[in-house]
Nanobody
Framework: QVQLVESGGGLVQTGDSLRLSCAAS??????AGWFRQAPGKEREFVAG????????NYTESVKGRFTISRDNAKNTVYLQMNSLKPEDTAVYYC???????????????????WGQGTQVTVSS
């Protein structure tokens, strides 16, 4: 099992920054991702990172503004979010999967482990 605990959400203004953290415990995983879900919308992929190597992947709307990173020693994945916009408002979830593949997949169903979510609200 992998347990994930997110932190770092909050209420900010347009243009501000936030850093989300996802602390993992239990067994190691091969890929971690950040997803978000706004009210009335489906959960969507935001960014993903392989636990080894340098591979990352971002959804188009956050490229150049968000950066996903990891600290293997701390078993923690981060999402640095800069230049936040009101449309970034959502509950953000950390997810992980254990598999032989390190391909950073986007469908939520490909991830087995999920955190409880943290709210990010960006006011205009």
């Amino acid at each position: 099992q992998v347990q994930l605990v997110e932190s770092g959400g909050g209420l900010v203004q347009t243009g501000d920054s936030l850093r989300l953290s996802c602390a993992a415990s239990g067994r190691t995983f091969s890929v971690a991702g950040w997803f978000r879900q706004a009210p009335g919308k489906e959960r969507e992929f935001v960014a993903g990172i392989a636990w080894s190597g340098t591979a990352t992947n971002y959804t188009e709307s956050v490229k150049g503004r968000f950066t996903i990173s990891r600290d293997n020693a701390k078993n923690t994945v981060y999402l640095q979010m800069n230049s936040l916009k009101p449309e970034d408002t959502a509950v953000y979830y950390c997810a992980a999967r254990r598999s032989l593949s390190v391909v950073i997949s986007r469908p939520p169903a490909t991830y087995s482990y999920w955190g409880q979510g943290t709210q990010v609200t960006v006011s205009s």
